[in-house]
């Protein structure tokens, strides 16, 4: 009877050490801020002369990114992510679509109320990850760098013009979808923050329209992006 008892102690044992061993292993294997949500304001770099910004360029962008830690301590590693991207760019350059082409002039503060480019994106984020994370603690210090390529796969651009009739004051907006957007754009990527909040950037490495695309002047458009916002990471 004592036999079979220790006998039965030894299997529960093992059993428990065998599980506990389980359970250690895949805490061991945790990953880390595999989805993201941010926001943040565009700032155009760049910029032909006599071009300004006036209302409030803003980003929303939201995706999901493959955590592939490189080391054993997990704290150093890859991302690999999926998502999407909304931008809007105010400013006094005017697009017109007249006769199948696109004209591009400024226009004068007093001239139109709001004009804008906007863009939908696919974006495909490469970030280089270092944090201080373990398997157990939750807060922690982060910093991700690298660079991020995007897919635009819609574009237009919308004037809102101040209209003034005998009856009243109107607004009348022109809005068509914006061929001269370049399809394919990329930029380096920055975030950094402890905890929940994290600040973000990005700076494109192309322009935002294509080659080639000039003023009525002659001058080319050869702006490009600088974002600055928030980011969040959720495991």
């Known amino acids: 009877m004592k036999y079979n008892l220790w006998v039965l102690l030894f299997i529960l044992c093992q059993f428990a050490g065998n599980s506990q061993q389980e359970n250690s292993s895949e805490i061991s294997r945790y990953f880390e801020d595999q989805f993201y949500i941010g926001t943040g ?6 910029r032909p002369t006599g071009v300004v910004q006036n209302s409030l360029s803003y980003n929303l962008q939201l995706g999901f990114i493959k955590d592939i830690p490189i080391n054993k ?4 590693g890859l991302g690999l992510g999926l998502g999407y991207a909304t931008n809007s760019y ?3 350059i005017r697009a017109d679509n007249s006769g199948g082409e696109i004209a591009y002039s ?3 503060s007093d001239d139109f109320r709001r004009n804008k480019l906007e863009t939908h994106a696919i974006e495909m984020p490469l970030e280089i990850r270092w944090r201080t994370s373990t398997a ?3 807060k922690f210090w982060r910093i991700y760098g690298g660079l991020r390529f995007a897919y635009i ?3 237009s651009s919308k004037l809102v013009l101040e209209t003034e009739n005998s009856l009243n004051i109107t607004d009348d907006t022109i809005r068509f979808s914006n061929s001269d957007i370049r399809d394919f754009q990329y930029g380096l990527t920055l975030s950094f923050g402890y905890n929940t909040f ?8 192309n322009p935002l329209l ?8 002659g001058e080319s458009i050869d702006t490009r992006v600088f974002r600055i916002g928030i980011i969040f990471y959720i495991l």
């Not at 294509?210 to 002047?217: A, S």
């Open 198 to 205: 994290n600040i973000h950037s990005y700076y494109s490495l």
């Open 153 to 155: 796969f819609a574009g």
């Open 106 to 108: 400024i226009l004068d």
């Open 41 to 46: 304001i565009n700032f155009l770099t760049e």
């Open 210 to 217: 294509n080659d080639g695309v000039v003023l009525d002047n």
């Open 73 to 76: 301590a997990r704290n150093f």
């Open 136 to 138: 157990t603690e939750y």
């Open 90 to 92: 105010f400013s006094n």
